[in-house]
């Protein structure tokens, strides 16, 4: 699978950016899918994931009530709709993929985007 990850930008505080991964190959409904972000000098966090079906989501507290995960397998494509952004959520944000269960964790995903990079201004 590969991933291809796009929407980002620069945005004011309180404003809203969607972001937007696109999988090459047949296999995207058997994937779980998430989004994580990595901060200048921090570590890969979770931010949002998806089980195959899209049934099942989780959040990253940091972001619960503000981002939104969604996909659409006849367009094998994951969503992360990010609204009342603050200047913490600045990061390179990246899309993930697996055919394992749906997970937090950065080892249960076999599949990486490029990352799209998300500045908020204060």
């Known amino acids: 699978v590969q991933l291809q990850a796009s929407g980002g930008g620069l945005v004011q505080a309180g404003g809203s950016l969607r972001l937007s991964c696109v999988a090459s190959?047949?296999?995207?409904?058997?994937?779980?899918m998430a989004w994580f972000r990595q901060a200048p000098g921090k570590e890969r966090e979770f931010v949002a994931a998806?089980?195959?079906?899209?049934?099942?989501?989780y959040y990253a507290d940091s972001v619960k009530g503000r981002f939104t995960i969604s996909r659409d397998n006849a367009k094998n494509s994951v969503y992360l709709q990010m609204n009342s952004l603050k200047p913490e959520d600045t990061a390179v944000y990246y899309c993930?993929?697996?055919?394992?269960?749906?997970?937090?964790?950065?080892?249960?995903?076999?599949?990486w985007g490029q990352g799209t990079l998300v500045t908020v201004s204060s």
């Open positions: 998806i089980s195959r079906s899209g049934g099942i989501t």
């Open positions: 993930a993929a697996d055919e394992g269960p749906i997970t937090t964790m950065v080892r249960g995903y076999g599949y």
């Open positions: 190959g047949r296999t995207f409904s058997r994937n779980a």
